[in-house]
């Protein structure tokens, strides 16, 4: 049971380049999640999807798009990096039905934009 | 979501109980409160939650006040490898979790 696993675990690019952050869990969670952390700060949402087919913004979604591609993946994209974009980026997921509300998080992604 | 607030940091001998507190004073009736943590660079991770009775399970016990502004984690034998920021989350949707900056605590041996 691998829980949620996020690609790439690092990655640089150069301002004004795109990639797709990619995240999948095999939990069968209605609810998935993006995350950014920068140094010495708590986690902010970027985007959020309560169920399949369903995405809707959270605290910080400019410069970011994301897609619900089915129930188990949840990919997050960078149309054109920005220095400001540099952070560790996390996706999470979580089924709120169940009695435990608690979100499993992935390992991260240490995005780097030069 | 109500707003909490914690204390940045924290001490807590080994062995000893470490007792984290979060101010969540406008809290509303149907919000939960949700304490996670967060070792280095790892992702958080979820340690319990309540609503108005305490709670325990096998990582910590949650004690929260009678009129909910606030509640305490408690890690009942604190070893190093609870050196950590915690972070303490009042929602009441479940999702839609907003993190704060939580409170760094190190465990000392």
């Known amino acids: 049971n691998a829980g949620v696993t996020q690609t790439p675990k690092f990655q640089v690019l150069k301002t004004g380049q795109s990639m797709t952050l990619q995240c999948a869990q095999d939990?069968?969670?209605?609810?998935m999640y993006w995350y950014r952390q920068d140094p010495g700060m708590g986690l902010r949402l970027i985007y959020y999807?309560?169920?399949?087919?369903?995405?809707d913004k959270g605290e910080v979604p400019n410069g970011y798009n994301v897609s619900r591609l089915n129930k188990r993946e949840f990919s997050l994209r960078l149309e054109s990096a920005a220095p400001s974009q540099t952070s560790v980026y996390f996706c999470?997921?979580?089924?709120?039905?169940?009695?435990?509300?608690?979100?499993?998080f992935g390992s991260g992604t240490r995005l780097t934009v030069v | 979501d109500a707003k909490t607030t914690q204390p940045p940091s924290m001490d807590c001998a080994e062995g000893r109980a470490a007792n984290l507190p979060c101010n969540h004073s406008?809290?509303?009736?149907?919000?939960?409160v949700y304490w996670y943590r967060q070792i280095h660079s790892q992702g958080p991770q979820y340690i319990i939650h309540?609503?108005?009775n305490n709670e325990t399970n096998e990582m910590a016990s949650l004690i929260i006040t009678e009129d909910r502004k606030s509640s305490t984690l408690i890690l009942p034998h604190a070893t190093l490898r609870d050196t950590a920021v915690y972070y303490c989350?009042?929602?009441?949707?479940?999702?839609?979790?907003?993190f704060g900056t939580g409170t760094s605590l190190t465990v000392i041996p």
């Open positions: 939990m069968n969670h209605n609810s």
């Open positions: 406008t809290i509303s009736g149907n919000e939960y």
């Open positions: 999470a997921s979580s089924e709120i039905m169940q009695r435990n509300y608690g979100y499993t």
């Open positions: 309540g609503l108005k």
């Open positions: 999807s309560a169920s399949e087919g369903t995405t």
């Open positions: 989350i009042a929602s009441n949707t479940g999702n839609q979790f907003y």
